[in-house]
């Protein structure tokens, strides 16, 4: 089973930026979906950024034009950009590919 290490999260003020990362033990160029999701203290996980594995993207309306998903085939990577950072971003952040976790990384945007 693929393995997957997000890093990236931590503290930041509101209008900040942030890059995560999510480093896949396979070639992620071979997954068919691959996304971000978060998970806010008593609140479902929530899909923040989708990719198909053609490279199509998706995104909610509430982070749209602010985070970016995006992958690098050569380090089997995946990156979730976030600039402009609310203090409601803050969240547990997810990778997820073909329906496999990550543990999680938290990021916090403070006001």
């Known amino acids: 089973q693929v393995q997957l290490v997000e890093s990236g999260g931590g503290l930041v003020q509101a209008g900040g930026s942030l890059r995560l990362s999510c480093a896949t033990s396979?070639?992620?160029?071979?997954?068919?979906?691959m996304g971000w999701y978060r998970q806010a203290p008593g609140k479902q996980r929530e899909l923040v950024a989708g990719m198909s594995r053609g490279g199509n993207t998706n995104y909610p309306d509430s982070v749209k034009g602010r985070f970016t998903i995006s992958r690098d085939n050569a380090k089997n990577t995946l990156y979730l950009q976030m600039n402009s950072l609310k203090p409601e971003d803050t969240a547990v952040y997810y990778c997820?590919?073909?329906?496999?976790w990550g543990r999680g990384t938290q990021v916090t945007v403070s006001s």
């Open positions: 997820n590919v073909d329906l496999v």
């Open positions: 396979r070639s992620i160029s071979n997954f068919n979906a």
